[in-house]
């Protein structure tokens, strides 16, 4: 059994996300990251390909981090310097025929990442997938201005994890993902959106280590500087991230639950070349960040029809 501060390391660089995932920690939620990736559903996440039509969704972000924040004090490994860099490859497609009025879409995505750490004297690094999502089943609804749409899905550990290393490349931990999203244009030159997502956790049977229940939400809205450039939209995004049940190991609480918390800020860039072919550059800027790594996130996006 790894000292708390060796554990503390080898959670550190566990990715997120993206979709997907994507940054390092300490203990809160073994590693102070989800698998999902804070952050990544800031671009109209209600909209889904037409019926019968498939989309490639990518999701590239480099996640620089100066220091590690616990609950009660900003910095508490000293040295910290960790950077996550992911990508997640989106499947989307769309089926024929409908329920209950909805359109029926499933999705998978791959992440991948590559991760380096540098702490205390220490340093490693490691390279490979993180995880499988698969989400058999969305129901979307749309109307000219509102897109709704609501799925669940399963994150599957595919990469490697030993307990003895101080970086993995791998979470280690299924996870059932609640989704819930919304798109609102109210005017040609203005959109606004939000995705929710309820994170449950499963044991890592490598640490015994039970996570806690993560509730996120991203938003972003953006609008059309000059209808004589319609191809262009600039705006604003972010998210949410509150872990709301405590983190238990050996069937004890982890110090006072160990619950991570940030949020994030910053702008972004949308670029339609011919809806729906499009590419995205954001930031987000983390912010009250306990038991959590604290730096920024850079994103790039893009979408294609296959």
């Given amino acids: 059994m790894k000292t708390q501060f060796t554990g503390h390391l080898t959670r550190s660089v566990c990715l997120m996300a993206v979709i997907g995932a994507l940054t390092p920690a300490s203990r809160a939620t073994e590693g102070g990251q989800t698998n999902w990736a804070s952050g990544v559903q800031t671009i109209y996440p209600a909209l889904t390909p037409p019926p019968g039509q498939t989309y490639w969704q990518d999701y590239f972000v480099v996640n620089p981090n100066g220091a590690y924040s616990s609950t009660s004090r900003k910095s508490s490994v000293p040295g910290f ?3 996550a860099i992911a990508n997640a490859a989106r499947l989307f497609h769309s089926w024929h025929g409908e329920f209950l009025g909805a359109t029926l879409s ?3 995505i791959l992440a991948i990442n590559s991760l380096t ?3 205390g004297g220490q340093g490693s690094t490691a390279f490979g997938p993180n995880w499988l999502y698969l989400a058999p089943l969305y129901l979307s609804w749309h109307t000219p201005k509102l897109h709704v749409y609501l799925g669940e899905g399963a994150f599957m550990p595919i990469g490697s994890f030993s307990r003895t290393d101080l970086v993995n490349e791998s979470t280690h931990v299924f996870g059932f993902n609640q989704e819930a999203a919304l798109t609102w244009m109210p005017t040609k030159r203005f959109d606004v959106s939000a995705e929710g997502e309820l994170q449950i956790n499963a044991r890592n049977g490598a640490t015994d280590y039970k996570s806690g229940n993560v509730i996120n939400i991203d938003f972003g809205a953006n609008y059309m500087l000059s209808p004589a450039l319609p191809q262009l939209r600039l705006g604003l995004n972010g998210f949410v991230t509150s872990q709301f049940t405590n983190d238990v ?6 110090g006072d639950g160990n619950r991570l918390a940030k949020y994030g800020l910053g702008p972004q860039l949308i670029w339609f070349f011919r809806p729906p072919y499009a590419v995205a550059l954001k930031w987000q800027h ?8 604290r730096g920024d996130r850079y994103w790039l996006q893009f979408q294609i029809p296959l």
């Fill in 249 to 254: 190991q050996n069937g004890h609480r982890v």
């Fill in 117 to 119: 750490l540098r702490a």
């Fill in 81 to 83: 310097r960790a950077t």
């Fill in 286 to 293: 983390e912010m009250g960040v306990q038991n959590s790594t």
């Fill in 106 to 108: 499933s999705s998978a």
